[in-house]
Structures are given as C-alpha cells and as structure tokens.
C-alpha cells in the first residue's frame, strides 16, 4: 500500500485526476478555491508532497517547460495507481470517524482543570455542532439517490 497520504497529497492528487499540472499551479488553483480550509497549503509542503508522489509512482513528470526567465516547470500526471491510491484513501476517509488525537482526548483528559458547569456547556455544544453535522451528512446521503455527487464547493463564487 505504501506510506499514508498527507492530505496535501490527496488535494494533489485529486487535482491531477482533472488535468495534468505544474505543483504551482497546483498552489494557485488550491488558493483560488479557498482549500487551505481543508488542507495547511504552503507552496514549499506541496512541492515536497508531489516529489514523495513521484517517488511513489503515484504521479508522473510528463513534461518540463521554461517560461522566459522563470524556473523551469515540471508537469506531473496521476498514474493508474495514484487513481486506485486516491480511490481508496478518499474512501477509508468516508467509511468511518477517525480519532480527532491529540486535541479532544487530551481537552477531556484536562477538563477536570475547568468549572464543571462549563465543561457541561462546552461538551453540549460540541454535542450540538456534531448533530447538525450528522444531518447534514443526512441529507447528503438522501441526494446522493439523484445522482452521482458533483463538488462545486470549494470554486471561486467572486
């Protein structure tokens, strides 16, 4: 199977399964579609995370170009297992909760440092937040029954 994907690496890789690109442009159309709010984007991990892709064979260089006095460009392509990797990692996401570690185990392993009362509020508006996420989840589900799911979420509106 090989080493986990970071999930800079998923958000590359699912890049590439709509063209083939440069990791610049990889950063720029990350940063046009808000994605640092689902992955910590910095243009030097992304370069380092489509190196270990390649060395992986999950990508492909495909081709190098100059633009003037710029550094040259390597384009990279998803390869038939990065596919498969991509396929299966998105799906073990999906199939069930992760561990949210360190933070909430370490939190309630410390809440006895707060005022009882408080821990009460903040654990019932977790409790809170997490059920309107589970219906949200809901309702995805139900219209997942019209179609196959097309994500416009993260495109530009402006």
Known sequence: MGRALSPLA????ALL???????????????ERHEELVVKLRA?????????LADDAL??????ER????????????TERGRER?????????????????????????????DRGLVLDLLRSRLAQLEAQLVAMRD???RLSDGPPRCTCWTSTT
């Open 17 to 31: 399964i709509e063209r083939d690109m440069h990791p610049y442009e990889m950063f720029t159309t990350m940063v």
């Open 67 to 78: 633009d003037g006095n710029r550094p040259e460009r390597t384009t990279y392509a998803i």
């Open 44 to 52: 030097g991990s992304l370069y380092h995370a489509v190196k270990r």
């Open 86 to 114: 991509l396929r299966s990692t998105v799906a073990g996401m999906l199939a069930g909760p992760t561990e949210e570690y360190p933070q909430f185990p370490l939190a309630i392993a410390e809440a006895h440092n707060l």
């Open 59 to 64: 990508v492909v260089a495909v081709g190098t």
């Open 140 to 142: 995805g589900l139900a």
């Open 10 to 13: 998923i958000a590359a890789l």
